[in-house]
């Protein structure tokens, strides 16, 4: 039996001395501001699981991370069977997205014990990576919350596919310092925090990362508000990152085969040291 919320904080009144730990996310509203994830929590104390209806990508980002565990209080550590490595994600910019049906069977871990639940996740699409001893499994869901969905202009602009409307057009500039460093300048339309500046600055610089950005919408295949999100990498090229993991059963080589939870930091780069920004 599952449990379902639409806040996501509510359940923590209704169980404020339960932990939960934060099991996966499902499908995303793509028609609505503040445009929420569904996610499921479980409940550590009972075994049920929670359906979140409302939580926002940016939460899940900074407050909540999947694979973690809380209390009404917060943050009370990450749950055992987490373990974190760093990948080389090759990025195949060719490779096709692929819906986790595809890719779990019976003999896997169950990752979400109710019915309905698992159905919604194992329709949310993946990148896959594969090496010689383990599967690599991606959800679009966290490529999105890590690169795209970072605050609320930035998922507006992303539901609309116009990445454009965050900044004034013509305005990107780089200035070399003397000590070598190189400064870019970058007029917003509306505030952004201190910490989103640079991933913004990047994209604008970079015209493949922005067709991705506005990929996600453009992919959108239903008008109805809450189904799967599909999304890529921002460049074409491989890169590494820290990411957290569980291993959730074998491929069809008898590899293990992880499900990212978390990408941690990547190496990305970024063609500038500091920042600075208009309104």
């Known amino acids: 039996m599952c449990n379902y919320y639409l806040s996501e904080l509510s359940f923590f009144k209704d169980y404020p001395k339960h932990s939960f730990t934060f099991i996966a996310v499902t499908d995303i509203n793509m028609r609505d501001y503040p445009h929420c994830f569904k996610a499921v929590f479980r409940n550590l104390h009972t075994g049920q699981d929670v359906y979140v209806d409302n939580i926002y990508p940016e939460s899940i980002r900074q407050k909540y991370l999947v694979g973690y565990m809380y209390k009404r209080e917060g943050l009370i550590g990450i749950s055992p069977n987490v373990k974190s490595n760093l990948f080389k994600v090759n990025n195949d910019p060719?490779?096709?997205?692929?819906?986790?049906?595809n890719v779990f069977n019976h003999q896997d871990n169950i990752l979400i014990k109710d019915e309905q639940a698992y159905k919604d996740f194992l329709r949310q699409y993946a990148h896959i990576e594969i090496y010689d001893d383990c599967m690599l499994i991606i959800p679009c869901y966290t490529i999105a919350i890590t690169f795209y969905l970072l605050y609320g202009s930035m998922k507006k602009a992303a539901m609309i596919g116009k990445f454009e409307n965050l900044y004034v057009n013509d305005t990107l500039r780089y200035e070399?310092?003397?000590?070598g460093t190189v400064r870019a300048h970058l007029k917003f339309r509306e505030l952004v925090g201190k910490k989103n500046i640079a991933h913004v600055v990047r994209l604008a610089d970079n015209k493949y990362g922005q067709n991705r950005f506005n990929y996600i919408m453009q992919s959108k295949k239903s008008s109805t508000p809450f189904h799967p999100i599909r999304a890529k990498f921002p460049i074409a090229t491989a890169f590494t990152a820290?990411?957290?993991?569980?291993?959730t059963g074998k491929d069809e080589r008898g590899m293990a085969k992880y499900l990212v939870l978390n990408i941690i930091s990547n190496d990305i780069p970024f063609d500038f040291h500091e920042v600075s920004y208009t309104l």
Do not use: A
Not at 176 to 179: A, I, M, Q, S, T
């Open 176 to 179: 070399r310092l003397k000590d």
């Open 94 to 101: 060719y490779s096709p997205l692929i819906q986790l049906f």
């Open 242 to 247: 820290d990411i957290s993991y569980i291993e």
